[in-house]
């Protein structure tokens, strides 16, 4: 190993004390002069301007936890779809243009599979359930 191998990461540690410092100096001085008068408004739990009402730990509907893991599926699916759709003239200057968008298109058919099937199942309907769709 040669001898400044550790001294090609000195300007990282250095951003990272740094930053940690500003941050920690800038989180002292607002403890230090900032102003504390607590009044009941400030107290009191902000839900975007409207008054709270019931309580803090009702139930949520099973439709909200089902929609928020969709939403994470099709996120991540269109993690997968951007580095492709990035390399595609590459695959195509390799001679693979037509297997890598056979490849895509398998991929965004079985997505669309489950798309439709959650659709179907009226997931993503948050109003009334109709009597012909299935419920989760």
């Known amino acids: 190993m040669p001898d400044n191998y550790f001294a090609q990461y000195l300007p990282f540690l250095i951003h990272i004390l740094m930053a940690g410092g500003?941050?920690?100096?800038?989180?002292?001085?607002?403890?230090?002069?900032?102003?504390?008068?607590?009044?009941?408004?400030?107290?009191?739990?902000?839900?975007?301007?409207?008054?709270?009402?019931?309580?803090?730990?009702?139930?949520?509907?099973?439709?909200?936890?089902?929609?928020?893991?969709?939403?994470?599926l099709f996120d991540v699916e269109a993690v997968f779809i951007y580095p492709w759709a990035i390399n595609l003239r590459q695959f195509k200057a390799q001679g693979e243009g037509h297997f890598g968008l056979y490849e895509m298109l398998v991929y965004i058919g079985i997505f669309l599979v489950g798309f439709f099937y959650v659709w179907k199942k009226g997931v993503l309907d948050w109003g009334e359930t109709s009597p012909k769709r299935g419920n989760f």
């Open 22 to 72: 500003i941050a920690a100096a800038i989180v002292t001085l607002s403890w230090l002069i900032g102003q504390r008068k607590p009044t009941r408004a400030k107290l009191s739990p902000y839900e975007c301007g409207m008054t709270p009402v019931g309580d803090s730990r009702q139930r949520f509907s099973v439709k909200f936890y089902l929609v928020a893991m969709l939403f994470i």
